[in-house]
């Protein structure tokens, strides 16, 4: 319980974050955060969206499959992908994050910057789409893996940031389609990488009903 059992007092809250957390504002916080991620939001254009929107739709006609890869929450967003895609989209995914086993088998074997790279090299096949998710555009394991795609005439997309006003990264030389979100707020980027993948989900859903 909290000091002397007091229940927490919303109204006193909100007065606090105006004066008592030194020049911390809970408003001036909360209405940077909106307007940071609204503007990011502007940023995404409908060609954006149409370019994984029409890699999904070529890889699920041909009954290939959809690769998800991402570090840390980038590799949250390819378990929710998959699973959203897999059972509204009827198209076949793989989460490369999910498997702990095979993951940490190749991790400690190979080295981390491997994990990806390996899995490609065991599932992947003809029309087949990798789609990455990273915030920064520079994780080696990432960056690996969509180079062996790459290598392998497999298409490929990312979706990324501006993170710390670094730019793309190096993502933006190994992908045929890069979704770049003009925010450099890593927790940012990472909100709207899953609004992407419910965009896309939406919009093929829609495309399936006509």
């Known amino acids: 319980m909290c000091p002397n059992s007091e229940r927490v007092n919303i109204q006193r809250l909100h007065e606090c974050s105006m004066t008592g957390y030194g020049q911390f504002s809970i408003d001036s ?43 840390g929450g980038s590799a949250a967003t390819p378990s929710h992908s998959a699973g959203d895609w897999s059972k509204e989209l009827r198209v076949r995914t793989i989460a490369h994050t999910d498997n702990i086993a095979s993951f940490t088998a190749w991790a400690n074997d190979e080295g981390y910057d491997q994990v990806f790279v390996q899995a490609l090299k065991t599932y992947i096949q003809p029309n087949d789409l990798v789609v990455a998710y990273t915030g920064s ?43 770049h979100f003009n ?16 965009i896309v989900k939406e919009a093929i859903k829609i495309i399936d009903s006509e």
């Open 29 to 71: 916080f909360v209405d940077s955060y909106l307007q940071d991620l609204k503007s990011a939001i502007d940023s995404i254009t409908a060609d954006d969206i149409d370019g994984l929107v029409s890699r999904v739709l070529h890889s699920r006609s041909c009954g290939a499959s959809i690769h998800f890869i991402g570090n």
């Open 137 to 179: 555009g520079n994780s080696p394991n990432v960056i690996l893996a969509l180079e062996y795609a790459k290598e392998n005439k497999i298409q490929t997309v990312g979706i990324t940031g501006n993170y710390m006003g670094k730019g793309t990264g190096k993502i933006s030389d190994y992908v045929d389609h890069l979704i």
């Open 183 to 198: 925010t450099e707020s890593m927790e940012r980027i990472e909100d709207l990488q899953l609004v992407v993948n419910h």
